[in-house]
Every structure is written in structure tokens, then in C-alpha cells.
């Protein structure tokens, strides 16, 4: 048997881990299972009612769930206008921001990421400016 403030402090441990988890899955069941992994989802009408958690008029949200287990992902960026601004963040199932890549860090011209499991030990091709190792 374990005390109440034992089960008490296993609960908050527990939410604190899955909560990401969860939050993860919950946007990936909204945006629905027939958006296929390794594509970025970008609604084509941001003013539709309802479907996007998202929603602002001067932004866009791309969300994409990449599957990293077999091989990294390479994500093409073109040249963004210099008086705009961008940002791509990568987040991993248990919400590590591990990588961001933008106009603060990484600036508007065009340029090829790669964006790997925590298994990915491989050197990157020519041509990728910066490298993204996910923890899990």
C-alpha cells in the first residue's frame, strides 16, 4: 500500500511526463489521420470555423509529425523576403523545443535543414546548412 501523498506526487510525476505526450496526440487527432507524416499541414483556409487551434490572421501554422526512426528529414526553406518574418520550431513527442530555425537564428535566405531521430549518428549531405538532433 502507498500513502495518499505518495499516490498524490506519482500523479503529478505522471502528468508532468505525459501531458506533452498527450497534447501531441490531441492536435494530431484535430488535424485528423489522413495527413500524411513527413509534410507540413497548412489549412488551406484559415478563416474556416473551427478546424485549426491556431487560427491568426497575419500568421501561418504548419504543423508536421515527422517520423525520424528510419532516416532523417530534410526540410527545404526558400529565400523569405527580408522584411518578413519566419520561424520553424521543432518540438519531440515529450515537447523538447530541440531546434529553431528562422529569421533570429538562422536568417531569410534560402537553406536546407536536417532534422533527425536520437538514434542518427550519419553525416549530413552537402548543402544542409544546419543539423537538428531530436532527444526522443
Known sequence: DISVQEAR???KEAYIFFQSMIDQYSLRQLIGS??????????????S???????CKDQ?????????QEEPYILKVPNIL?????????VDQYGHNFAYFGTVTTGN??????????NWTETAPDGVKAVAVSEG
Open 9 to 11: 506526487a506519482i500523479s
Open 34 to 47: 489522413s495527413v500524411p507524416e513527413n509534410e507540413i499541414h497548412v489549412p488551406e483556409d484559415i478563416d
Open 49 to 55: 470555423p473551427g478546424g485549426f487551434p491556431y487560427k
Open 60 to 68: 501561418v501554422y504548419g504543423p508536421a509529425f515527422l517520423n525520424l
Open 82 to 90: 527580408s522584411d518578413l518574418y519566419f520561424g520553424v520550431m521543432c
Open 109 to 118: 535566405n534560402q537553406a536546407n535543414y536536417l532534422i533527425a531521430g536520437p
